[in-house]
C-alpha cells in the first residue's frame, strides 16, 4: 500500500509497536509519543488502522485528514478470541473493540473495507454512528466517497524461489511428497482440527500427504498462542500424525521468504467455523496462494469462498465435513488434470487482484484529500439529538402545574434521603 502511495506523493510508514529493518523508497521507522506528534504534524493524510486512534486520541481531535482501514472488523474477531479471558474480562474486551470502531467510524474522512459484502456491514455500522446523513448523501448519494472497498491485494511481483522451505527442508517431508499448506496462524475463529482429521483419513490411501502450518508463534508478542493451536497440535499428536504427517513451524517465516515455503506446497487451505467472524472475513492467506498459483480448498462462508467457487479457483466444503474436505483435498493434490488447469485458472484470477488492481480508491483520495462533508458541516449525531428530545421532556416536564404542586415533596423526599446516608 505504501509503495503504490509512494509513486504519487511523499510517503512516511510509522509503527508504533516493534520495527524490523525494511528497504523501502520512504522513510520506515518506529515512532514514540513525541516522534508520532512529529510524523502527524508533517502529514496531510493520516491512513491509521487497529488502535491507533483509540490509543492516540489527539490524532482524532486534529483536523488531519483521516483514512481509516477497516478491512477487518476485529470486534467480531474477539468474541472468538477473548473467550479464555473469563465473562467480565470477554465483556471488556468486546466493548473495547466495539467503542474504537465505532470512534473510528465516527471521526474518519474516508474509511476502506474488503469487500462488498463487509461493506455492507459497516454502512450499518455508519448509519448507527450517523455517518449516513444529508451533507454525506447529498455529496454523493452511493457514499463510495466515504466508504470505498479497497481490499487486501496480491502482490505485484511474481513470486520467485530461492531454496526449499518445506520439501527435503523439513525432517519427514520428501521431494515428492504432495503438502497441503496452512499459510497463516491459527486463531479460535479457525478450524484445523477438521482439517487434521480429513488428513488422518486421506494418508490411509495416499501415504506421501502432508499438512504444514507455516506459523504458530505470532511475531506480535501481543498476540498469544491460542486455544485452537494447542487443540490442533493435541489431535495431531494424539492420531499418531505429529512429525511424521503433520507439521507445525513453531515460529514465523519471515515475509520476504515466504515464497521459499508457499512454492514448495502443491495446495493451499483454509478452514474455520461456521461463525460471524467468518461471514466477513477476508482472509489474507489465501491472497498469498492466488500469488503462488495454487489450488485452493477452503470452507464455505466468506467472500473468498465465493470467489474461489465462482471461478473455479479449488473446491469450497462444508464447516467441520470430514469427508468432504477428504475429498476435495484428494482430488486437488492427485488429479494432475484438474490441478493443473486449476492453477491456470488461480493464476489469471491473481492477475485480477494485485495491489495495482485495488488501491486506485485510496490513490485518487490521497492525491485529492478532502475533509468528509459532515465535517466542514458538522451534523447532529444520533446522540446530540436524542439528547436535545430529552431536554425538550425535561423542560416541559419542569414547567408544568403538577411539577410545581410536588416540589415540597420531593425537597422533602431528598432531605430524608440526605440524613439516612449521614447515619451510615
Known sequence: MALALADVTDVRLVSTKQMTTVDAPFDVSFANERELRNHVGWSDVVVSQGHLLSHHRWIAQSD?????????????????????????????????????????????DFMLCASEKQRDFWLGQLAAVGRINPQNYDHDESLRSLLAVVPFGVQDDP??????????????????????????????????????????RLVARRPETRLFFLGVKHPNPDSPEMKMAADARDLARELGLLGSVVFFNEG??????????????????????????????????????????????????????????????????PPRDVGALETALEEMLFDETERRKTTERVRAHATQATWAKVLPPLIEFCVRPAVAPDRVAPTETPRDYQMRLLQVRIDGLESSTSWRLTKPLRMAASAISSIRLRGK
Not at 483521516?66 to 472488523?73: E, N
Not at 472475513?281 to 491472497?287: A, D, E, N
Request: proline share 3%.
Open 64 to 108: 488531519k485528514i483521516i483514512v481509516a482501514d477497516i478491512y477487518d472488523p476485529f470486534h467480531l474477531e474477539t468474541l472468538e478470541e477473548a473467550k479464555d479471558l473469563g465473562e467480565k474480562g470477554r465483556e471488556e474486551a468486546v466493548l473495547f473493540r466495539v467503542v474504537d470502531l465505532n470512534e473510528q467510524t465516527a471521526r474518519a
Open 159 to 200: 513470486p520467485v524461489q530461492r531454496r526449499h522451505g518445506i520439501k527435503g527442508a523439513i525432517d519427514g517431508i520428501g521431494l515428492d511428497d504432495k503438502v497441503i499448506i496452512w499459510g497463516g496462524g491459527i486463531y479460535n475463529w479457525f478450524d484445523p482440527v477438521t482439517l487434521i482429521r480429513a488428513v488422518h
Open 252 to 317: 514465523w517465516v519471515p515475509y520476504d521468504q515466504r515464497a521459499d515455503f508457499l512454492l514448495d506446497a502443491d495446495v493451499g487451505v483454509s478452514t474455520h467455523l461456521d461463525h460471524l467472524e467468518s461471514a466477513f472475513s477476508f482472509r489474507t492467506r489465501i491472497l498469498d496462494y492466488f500469488w503462488a498459483g495454487l489450488p485452493i480448498v477452503c470452507t464455505d462462508g466468506d467472500t473468498l469462498a465465493l470467489q474461489i467457487s465462482e471461478n473455479g479457483l479449488g473446491r469450497v466444503v
